[in-house]
């Protein structure tokens, strides 16, 4: 079975999960939903490796942001459900010399990413701090890599596929986020780190790989249904 077969795969069961668990949720009006908003400060990089080398060494960590909505539903008193809608950037940035050449460059990309995480709540007299884990997946939109070397400088736009001769990266992508945070009343701040777990570059000869990491600061407000 091909790669692209498998990812495939993996995505329509995530999806039909994430589907399935909203819908059941939503169904039981014992529980209460809770919607909300949430922005954030990114801060992301890249695993960019082979069998034989890491290139990603002299990567850096790229500012960025993430802006979405968010919806929590319970389980237990102390155990929900936690998805969301977000937007986020992603990318890397490099700044080395080689030769007495200075080297400059930053990748710039943008994702539709639909976290599916369980959310663990502990109260501590008026706050409540809270942990997550889970998946979630991602869509890449759009891109771009500018770079600048030695007095010449390039501008171009990210291609999305699966072809290795013309595309740089695959749209789809898959990770995990674990996080923690505190709540007071409808306030939430949290910082959260997620890390790729599959490989979304259309090029693998030789094992190769790039795999996205993003830490995050947020800050949210939460908006009780019923």
């Not at 936690?82 to 200075?102: N, P, Q, R, W, Y």
Request: proline residues 2%.
């Amino acid at each position: 079975m091909s790669r692209t077969k498998i990812q495939y795969d993996i995505m329509k069961n995530l999806l039909r999960l994430f589907v399935v668990v909203v819908v059941l949720s939503m169904a039981t009006e014992t529980f209460a939903q809770t919607f909300g908003v949430r922005a954030g400060f990114n801060l992301s990089n890249m695993v960019a490796k082979d069998d034989d080398n890491t290139y990603s060494d002299d990567f850096k960590m790229k500012p960025g942001f993430q802006i979405g909505v968010t919806a929590e539903f319970p389980i237990t008193d102390i155990f929900l459900f936690e998805t969301g809608l977000i937007l986020t950037t992603k990318g890397f940035k490099l700044s080395e010399s080689e030769d007495g050449v200075d080297y400059e460059g930053t990748l710039s990309l943008m994702y539709f990413e639909i976290p599916i995480t369980g959310k663990a709540v502990y109260e501590v007299g008026d706050l409540q701090i809270y942990g997550i884990f889970g998946p979630y997946i991602g869509f890449g939109l759009s891109g771009k890599s500018k770079y600048e070397a030695g007095g010449d400088s390039s501008d171009e736009t990210i291609n999305w596929g699966s072809d290795a001769n013309e595309d740089d990266f695959k749209r789809f992508d898959l990770g995990l986020i674990i996080g923690a945070g505190v709540e007071i009343q409808a306030f939430q701040v949290g910082i959260s780190y997620g890390f790729g777990l599959i490989n979304i570059s259309p090029e693998s000869d030789g094992g190769y790989k790039d795999q996205n990491r993003v830490l995050a600061i947020t800050v949210g407000y939460k908006i009780k249904g019923k």
